[in-house]
C-alpha cells in the first residue's frame, strides 16, 4: 500500500492512539504541520479509499482507526526502499550509512550484536 509522506502523519497520529476524529487528528498535527483542518480531513479520505484506516461513525461525527499496522507498513517501505536502491541488499545500504553518515559507537555496536545474533553467536562482544 503506497502512502505518502503527508498520510504518513496522519497515520503516525492514530498508529499513537485511536479511534480519534478528525478534529482530534488536527490538533495533534497543529505542532508538527502548517495544515488547515480541511487538509487533514482530505488526508483522511484519501486512507480510507486505500483501506488503511477505518472510519465508525459516533453521532454526528467518525472516528478513525487504522486498519494498516505500523509493522506492516514499515516492512513494505523497507523492503520498497532495498529494492529500488540497493538491489533488494542490506549490506549495501549499511555500507552507504557508514560512508556518508557517521555510525556512532552504539549503532556500530548494535551491528555487531546484530550480526552475531544472525551467524548464532549469542556471546556479547
Known amino acids: 500500500m503506497q502512502i505518502s509522506e503527508a498520510e504518513s502523519a496522519v497515520m503516525e497520529v492514530l ?4 479511534p480519534q476524529t478528525s478534529e482530534e487528528v488536527f490538533a ?8 488547515q483542518e480541511a487538509t487533514v480531513k482530505t488526508l483522511l479520505n484519501r486512507l480510507l479509499n486505500k483501506g488503511a484506516i477505518e472510519a465508525e461513525k459516533d453521532g454526528r461525527r467518525y472516528l478513525y482507526s487504522p486498519k494498516l499496522r505500523r509493522e506492516d ?4 517501505e523497507s523492503e ?8 533488494g541488499r ?3 545500504l549499511v555500507a552507504h550509512f557508514s560512508e556518508h553518515r557517521k ?17 548464532g553467536h549469542d556471546e556479547p562482544r
Open 80 to 87: 520498497s526502499l532495498l529494492a529500488r536502491l540497493f538491489d
Open 73 to 76: 507498513w514499515v516492512m513494505g
Open 103 to 119: 555510525l556512532s559507537a552504539a549503532d556500530v555496536a548494535e551491528l555487531r550484536r546484530l550480526v552475531d545474533s544472525l551467524e
Open 28 to 35: 495533534a498535527l497543529a505542532g508538527r504541520q502548517d495544515w
Open 15 to 18: 498508529w499513537q492512539r485511536s
Open 90 to 92: 542490506v549490506a549495501p
